[in-house]
């Protein structure tokens, strides 16, 4: 799978809450850190269009706090989809795994009521 291919595959879980799991995988592979929040739209490093070489940043909205994963071409190695539409990306010797989220608990009592 391409880098542009693993982004708009990515980009399809705009606007959903996903988890993200940031792992080293490099010799010693561990989970470094867990976030969670709502996808926002990707832009560009540079904040224009985007060209072949730039880096990608992808916001995570989380409430009051905010996150960001930053998807860099040069260091892009692969991706996997998974039928449910998540997805590892390798960049380096990190890998990031993101997948919907289950739905936020107070978002879940709130709509409930």
Known sequence: ??????????????????????MDAGESPHLVATFAGTLQAGYSTSGGEP????????????????????????????????????????MGTTELAVMAAPRDPAEAREASR
């Open 1 to 22: 799978m391409t880098f542009d291919e693993a982004l708009a595959a990515l980009l399809t879980l705009v606007g959903q809450r996903v988890e993200v799991h940031v």
């Open 51 to 90: 060209d072949e070489g730039e880096s990608i940043f992808v916001r995570i909205d989380a409430g009051e706090e905010n996150a960001s994963v930053i998807l860099d071409r040069e260091v892009y190695r692969e991706a996997i989809v998974h039928p449910d539409g998540g997805m590892n990306l390798q």
